[in-house]
């Protein structure tokens, strides 16, 4: 075992404990991870909603790349019974008349629901429900997790009072959880804490949380400026609760959706925050976030150095070393030890998950 994997196993914090415990059971993980990358059908970084009112949009969405489908019942829609109820009775049919061959996969659908205190929630959420193609709700307007168990039992009670016209359904639905108001920013701790008293696969799983800033502004009159600078606190705040709980952060919408410098400059801002990918209102939006949500070349580089020098070190039972400076003229450097290990680990993870090359180094 080297010096610093013997050192961290004596230090108080667990994760430094747990670092090197990484560390000195799998000495050549680091070369495996330089292996050749291969994209993850999984990766959700851009979130399109599509509004359910619009039969042409519907249509169009079938061809595009966004990691994630959002089927929308609310804001895109009128807020008029009959445009509601159009859009409802709209998306039924437009999923369930779609091939196989032509509807995304499941795993990248979700429908938006109206909030739990309209009157269009429990048809909503009804409709979602009878659709097996659906495995993930965006619930607005979530102020405490009393809101979310409002959600749960509603999932919970329409599988016992009618299962016969629902799919059976193996796995839990995921549940994002759209933080908008002072409140949910407020209780946003405790609902990413949230379980259903149901259990995941009949009363959902909470999956991401995810900030929807013109509600917000609306909420706390904040007056949203390019700078982003009052949004800050409110943004970090989210992926602080995020990544507290094992969840996805999904950052703001663009609204200047035609300045796609803009977009890239938000994008970046977000992923430097911790964001895992961000919302997007129109298509051309979606290659901008794709491509900014994650590392860049120059991250993949630095992290492949970092994993490939500290094999080296550990196989010759040293502890931390000094990586060079990238551009640096002083022949300065910066000492590497187990934290740092573990944050390139994430680079070439997120690197392979996104089916990005990776150097090979040795």
């Known amino acids: 075992m080297s010096i610093i994997a013997r050192m961290a196993l004596l230090s108080p914090s667990p994760l430094a404990r747990k670092a090197a415990t990484n560390i000195s059971s799998r000495p050549r993980r680091f070369l495996s991870l330089q292996s050749p990358a291969k994209p993850d059908a999984l990766l959700r970084r851009s979130y399109l909603y599509v509004p359910s009112s619009s039969e042409k949009m519907l249509q169009k969405s079938l061809d595009n790349k966004s990691d994630v489908i959002i089927y929308d019942l609310e804001d895109s829609v009128p807020p008029s019974e009959k445009d509601k109820s159009g859009a409802r009775e709209r998306l039924g049919p437009f999923i369930n008349a779609t091939s196989e061959e032509r509807l995304p996969r499941p795993e990248r659908l979700a429908v938006r629901l109206n909030g739990i205190n309209t009157p269009f929630f429990k048809r909503d959420i009804a409709q979602a429900l009878r659709l097996p193609s659906i495995r993930t709700l965006l619930l607005p307007k979530i102020h405490s997790p009393r809101d979310l168990h409002h959600v749960s039992r509603e999932i919970y009670s329409a599988s016992h009072l009618s ?65 982003r600078l009052e949004l800050l606190y409110a943004r970090s705040r989210i992926v602080i609760a995020a990544k507290a709980f094992g969840l996805e952060a999904i950052d703001m919408v663009c609204v200047n ?44 580089l630095r992290a492949a150095k970092i994993l490939h020098q500290m094999s080296l070190a550990h196989a010759s039972q040293k502890g931390a070393f000094g990586l060079d400076l990238d551009g640096a003229n002083d022949g300065g450097k910066e000492m590497i030890d187990a934290p740092m290990v573990l944050q390139a680990e994430n680079t070439i993870r997120a690197a392979k998950a996104a089916g990005l090359e990776i150097p090979v180094l040795g």
Do not use: M
Not at 193 to 203: F, I, L, N, T
Not at 265 to 285: M, S, V, W, Y
């Open 163 to 227: 299962p016969e016209s629902l799919p059976k359904r193996s796995q839990p639905l995921d549940i994002i959880a759209s933080i908008e108001s002072a409140r949910g920013l407020w209780s946003v701790g405790e609902i990413a804490s949230w379980k259903s008293e149901y259990g995941d696969v009949e009363g959902g799983k909470l999956s991401a949380l995810l900030f929807a800033a013109e509600d917000y502004c609306a909420d706390t009159s904040i007056i949203r400026t390019p700078s």
């Open 257 to 300: 959706y035609k300045d796609l410098d803009y977009l890239k400059e938000e994008c970046e801002d977000g992923r430097r925050l911790g964001f895992n990918g961000k919302q997007a209102i129109h298509p051309t939006q979606v290659d901008i976030i794709q491509s900014t949500y994650v590392p860049t070349a120059k991250e993949i």
